[in-house]
């Protein structure tokens, strides 16, 4: 007796080493309830087992059940505690509670009698999961024969409660601490997408082409679809829609083509926009989908989408309603959550101040394109005995498109129809008063020629002009340099005045020769020098004018320089256009970087 | 500023739009003592365009509202070729007016 004692001893120390040994292998509770179940029940011989996780301060939920038949079982999956059974006694005063056989369940516990009694079961031992004082469920041992449960059993099977509660205690921490890391690295990448929508929102691109990349960057990180759809006038637009798939997207596309999403339908992107109020559908039912179909074959395609959970959050700044960002949740199964929602409402709002911003941006890109055409000639006159061409460039730094040259240049017509004049000029500064200057430069020029004055007295009125308008502002003046020519059957006479403007170049067949004309800049000074010097211009001869933008052009040879603008005028070959062409090319070649000053080139050709 | 009243501003690197508010600032900064006689020196600027002339152009009506006298140095190189091409060599005492080491 004493020997089968020790033989029992030694196979249930074996027991406790096995199962301490494999608890500590079992990460989840669950996998930590099987185990202790099972391996329990094999040890102690026990009928039926089960076990149970505490969920919150008065219910259990089943974690594993073993040797119950199921229709048993499975009301008591979830149970509530409640004084006066034995589980629950046992979890309440955590305690043990032992019962040995059917006579004392009906004595002890009648109401339960007929459960704990069911299969044919006699004695139960119900234990409870306790670490310190943390209350982490029970564990009840079910048999088919009357127990006594002798003091050294319970020991046994005390001790395999407390492995057992210790190994829920470390999954419980382990999957609270997976979900704070998970939760903290869910944090992360939102914040990393943030900011990568913020730079993309920045990025000099189109509202409609940046709306698009922030949709591609959200089906890449997450959701499955994107949409954007903006506001204008009475109208709501999608301007942009991603999905993975392409195929996708043009399914979609077609769809929405042949079922027009109804503008009225609650939560849809249409009302969201209208309405500034976020949609939020964090579970997409069959009962939507047919509730939202118009008919059969389209309830069959918006199925065939797989649309699990969806948020439609407004795209709004200042209480200015813009229009609405719609994610949703499809073929990747994953649910939208409130967590979900407020980062979509971030997102939008980061979206939103950009989008105005941009708008703001395109706005001012619009008015300083218009201003800037009504500064240049659309197109050069067709004048006959002339050949004409010229280029600008606006510069190319952060605020390109947004820049009003201060380049201008022209070709008038003068009081007979062999006569023209042509005009280049730089006006110091940018922006809308170097603009308002430039036009007056432009007009004044014009008029006086129209007038039948020479250029040196055109550039002397131009010069009044100009004080009149900036009062002699220091920081507003221009260089001009301004030629009227007559046609001769052989060519062209040229008169021209520079008012400190650099030397229009003679270009005669691969020489190159700069007009000397010494002036004074126009704008600050009352009294100006301007002279006047002549030089005639015979066939396929001619005058290659140019803002210091050329010459000043940075490459990383240092600068453009006048050297290099000559050369590459000696090998040029061809008319006016050709060389003009050269030139720029020439300039696009050597510029690294950016462009900083405009760029303005007119070049005119004797073609009698 | 020297007990004759003059301060003088050496301005280098390069001068144009993007460096203009810089350089203006400088000019500003010693305008704030009131010389008698302020001096901009240009000659050291690996770079200037025409915004150097907007920046002596902006000081010397600065000088002539408050009584002050600018000079300006040019030295040899880009900074007098830019002021020659603008026509304003006479439109300012330039210190340095004569090539370097002639009387």
């Not at chain 1, 082409?209 to 954007?228: K, M, P, T, Y």
């Not at chain 1, 992107?269 to 047919?290: C, M, N």
């Not at chain 1, 101040?353 to 300083?368: K, S």
């Not at chain 1, 004074?520 to 211009?537: F, I, K, M, N, Q």
Request: proline share 5%; aromatic share 4%.
């Amino acid at each position: 007796m004493i020997e089968a004692d020790a033989a029992w001893h030694r196979s249930h120390v074996a027991a406790l080493q096995r199962l301490a040994g494999e608890l500590l292998r079992a990460a989840s509770p669950t996998a930590i309830g099987e185990l202790v179940v099972t391996t329990a029940a094999d040890i102690l011989g026990a009928d039926g087992a089960t076990i149970y996780s505490r969920t919150d301060t008065d219910t259990m939920q089943v974690l594993h059940v073993t040797g119950w038949p199921e229709k048993v079982a499975s009301p008591y999956r979830r149970l509530r505690l409640q004084r006066g059974r034995p589980l629950s006694d046992a979890v309440l005063d955590r305690r043990p509670v032992w019962i040995e056989d059917a006579r004392q369940w009906r004595a002890r516990y009648p109401d339960m009698a007929p459960v704990g009694t069911a299969a044919h079961m006699q004695a139960s031992a119900c234990l409870p999961l306790c670490v310190d004082d943390r209350d982490l469920g029970a564990v009840v041992f079910s048999f088919r024969a009357p127990r006594a449960f002798p003091a050294d059993e319970r020991e046994f099977l005390l001790t395999v409660t407390a492995l057992c509660a210790q190994g829920l205690d470390r999954a419980r921490l382990l999957v609270a601490e997976r979900a704070a890391r998970e939760a903290a690295e869910r944090q992360r990448d939102r914040m990393t997408f943030l900011s990568h929508t913020t730079r993309l929102m920045e990025a000099p691109l189109s509202v409609e082409d940046r709306l698009q990349r922030l949709a591609d960057l959200a089906v890449s990180e997450i959701a499955d679809w994107c949409a954007v759809h903006l506001l204008r006038g009475n109208r709501v637009d999608q301007v942009a829609v991603a999905h993975s798939d392409p195929a996708k997207v043009a399914f979609v596309a077609q769809l929405e083509q042949r079922y027009p999403p109804d503008p009225d339908a609650a939560g849809g992107a249409i009302q969201v926009s209208r309405t500034g109020e976020p949609a939020f559908v964090p579970e997409i039912t069959d009962e939507l989908l047919i509730a939202a179909a118009v008919d059969d074959e389209h309830l069959a395609l918006i199925r065939s989408i797989g649309m699990r959970s969806a948020l439609v959050v407004p795209l709004a700044v200042r209480g200015r309603k813009l229009g609405a960002l719609t994610l949703v949740q499809a073929e990747s199964e994953r649910r939208f959550d409130r967590i979900d929602l407020a980062f979509a409402q971030q997102l939008a709002a980061t979206a939103a101040v950009a989008l105005d911003n941009a708008r703001l941006y395109e706005q001012q890109w619009h008015t300083a394109r218009t201003l800037q055409a009504a500064l240049l000639p659309a197109r050069l006159p067709d004048v006959p005995g002339l050949r004409l061409a010229a280029h600008y460039r606006a510069p190319t730094d952060v605020q390109a498109g947004m820049h009003v040259g201060g380049d201008l240049y022209d070709i008038i017509p003068a009081t007979a129809p062999d006569r023209w004049g042509f005009v280049i000029a730089d006006v110091c500064g940018k922006g809308a008063e170097a603009a308002a200057l430039t036009a007056l430069i432009r007009h004044t020029v014009r008029a006086e020629i129209s007038h039948g004055l020479g250029p040196a007295e055109v550039l002397t009125r131009l010069n009044a002009a100009m004080l009149r308008q900036t009062g002699g502002s220091p920081g507003r003046f221009a260089t001009v340099a301004h030629g009227q020519l007559t046609l001769t059957p052989t060519g062209a006479t040229v008169r021209l005045a520079n008012a400190g403007h650099p030397p229009p170049l003679l270009l005669r067949h691969g020489d190159v020769a700069p007009v000397e004309a010494p002036g004074t800049l126009l704008g600050v000074y009352p009294d100006v020098a301007v002279t006047e010097v002549s030089c005639t211009l015979h066939r396929n001869e001619m005058v290659v004018l140019y803002t210091d933008g050329v010459t000043e052009a940075r490459g990383t040879d240092g600068f453009y320089g006048p050297d290099r603008l000559e050369k590459v005028l000696q090998t040029a070959n061809g008319g006016a256009e050709a060389v003009a062409d050269r030139l720029l090319a020439d300039l696009d070649a050597f510029h690294s970087g950016v462009q900083r000053d405009d760029i303005a080139i007119l070049v005119v050709e004797a073609t009698p | 500023m020297t007990d004759d009243g003059t301060a003088e501003v050496v301005l280098t690197g390069e001068l144009d739009i993007t460096t203009y508010e810089d350089a203006e600032k400088q000019v500003t900064d010693a305008e704030q003592a009131a010389p008698a006689l302020l001096i901009i020196d240009l000659a050291g600027l690996q770079f200037v365009d025409s915004t150097g002339v907007r920046l002596i152009l902006s000081a010397e009506q600065r000088a002539r509202e408050q009584g002050r006298q600018l000079a300006i140095r040019l030295g040899h190189g880009l900074a007098r070729r830019v002021f020659a091409a603008l026509g304003l060599l006479d439109k300012f005492d330039v210190l340095d007016a004569q090539p370097s080491g002639q009387p």
